[in-house]
């Protein structure tokens, strides 16, 4: 029980939070510990650190680390944030972050709300328009 030596303050004690924890598209036994109607599809790892650090959390992120559970190595899925529940004296940062699983409601809460999120979906209705309008001319020529 080397950790309990350790101060709250030092990053080894802060709570880890991977995207598959948030995940709509991941089963519980694949990583997911939120019910899949609070879950986020495909959140990253930096959409989780924005949202932290605006709720006013420490933050670390950790872009080389990966879910032990994740199969697919693409970049997308790798990296985790490392976020502070509390101070060195024992007391929590944040009074509305009492736990783990309160941040991981929280951030996926607040992802769909996230700028990146709302113009994605937006600018992809467009271009698959655009897209099907090119495709038809040249087709007839």
Do not use: W
Request: net charge positive; charged share 30%; hydrophobic share 35%.
């Amino acid at each position: 029980m080397a950790f309990m030596s350790k101060s709250y303050a030092d990053k080894d004690r802060f709570i880890c939070l991977y995207p598959a924890y948030i995940n709509s598209k991941k089963t519980v036994a694949e990583g997911r510990r939120i019910p899949i109607e609070k879950a986020v599809e495909n959140p990253t790892v930096s959409e989780i650190h924005d949202v932290c650090v605006v709720a006013g959390l420490n933050v670390v992120t950790e872009k080389n680390k990966m879910y032990p559970r994740e199969l697919n190595r693409d970049g997308q899925f790798t990296g985790r944030v490392r976020i502070q529940l509390r101070k060195e004296d024992g007391s929590f940062c944040l009074e509305q972050f009492l736990s783990r699983k309160a941040v991981m409601l929280y951030v996926a809460e607040m992802i769909p709300k996230l700028k990146t999120r709302t113009q994605k979906s937006g600018g992809a209705e467009q271009n698959a328009q655009q897209e099907g309008g090119k495709k038809g001319k040249k087709k007839k020529k």
